[in-house]
């Protein structure tokens, strides 16, 4: 698979992966979806451009969702489509990740705010997360049927990239109570825990029999986002046992101990 993004290109030229880079909108704690570039909650176009390519990439899938696919769903001309989004189908592309991103962290933030103490924001950072990506049905979708356009964003330095802009959000949360060092580290080991959880192979065995010869021809194991999202009883207990301990370990060696928690 490699280290770099697959380059995947498509009908209107550019490259998927490229387009599809995750992107850090400028959030922060108490803050609303202010996303550079547009949120979903952009007015006029744009917005409707963005919402409609959603639908698209949820029924067709990345590589087969077209211009004219997007302008049709949006109730737009080409040249409408082209005036709100001069760089074509690689722009809409990027605004859509950037609008979900953005929406992502928006409703993470909100949910945070209200934690009272470290156990609350790790049980609460689980179970949004889970939730938002376990019903979310253009990702669904992806990783079901064109697996090689997630993957590269999810392994080796593609990953990096996720964990660089999921722990500069929960940065700010985190650190009061462990401390900047901690805080990142912490952050970053709840990332690949939600990752772990939330995607997993298909429960079918037949899958894989019946697996289309392109499916073999891309190289790409087919992926399924989690059935069930992560109930607060299922993350609190899952916090209390591995991951709390886990800080405790991390905070001992530095001769500290996380605000607002108690020792065992």
């Known amino acids: 698979m ?48 963005i919402a409609a390519a959603l639908r698209c990439i949820s029924r067709f899938g990345v590589t087969k969702t077209t211009i004219d696919d997007i302008a049709r769903e949006a109730g737009l001309s080409r040249a409408t489509l082209y005036r709100a989004f001069p760089g074509g189908r690689d722009e809409v592309l990027g605004a859509v990740v950037d ?83 901690q805080a990142r580290r912490v952050a970053e080991w709840l990332t690949r825990l939600l990752v772990s959880h939330v995607l997993c192979p298909p429960d079918s065995v037949e899958h894989g029999a019946h697996a289309s010869s392109a499916e073999h021809v891309r190289g790409h194991a087919s992926f399924a986002l989690h059935p069930e999202p992560v109930d607060e009883e299922r993350a609190r207990r899952l916090v209390r046992q591995f991951v709390l301990p886990g800080v405790h370990v991390l905070t001992a060696a530095e001769g500290t101990r996380p605000t607002g928690d108690t020792p065992n």
């Not at 909650?41 to 917005?47: D, F, I, L, T």
């Open 2 to 49: 490699g280290t770099a993004l697959v380059d995947l290109g498509h009908a209107d030229g550019g490259s998927v992966a490229t387009a599809l880079e995750v992107h850090d909108p400028d959030l922060g704690p108490g803050t609303a979806a202010t996303g550079s570039p547009p949120s979903p909650q952009a007015s006029g176009s744009r917005a409707r451009v």
């Open 99 to 181: 609008s979900e991103v953005a929406r992502y962290f928006a409703g993470l933030s909100a949910r945070l705010d209200e934690a009272d103490d470290l156990e609350d924001l790790l049980v609460f950072v689980l179970t949004v997360s889970a939730d938002q990506l376990v019903r979310h049905e253009a990702l669904r979708f992806v990783l079901a049927y064109e697996p090689e356009v997630v993957v590269p964003l999810i392994a080796f330095h593609g990953f990096d990239r996720v964990l660089e802009v999921t722990s500069s959000r929960l940065r700010p949360y985190l650190q009061p109570a462990l401390g900047e060092t």
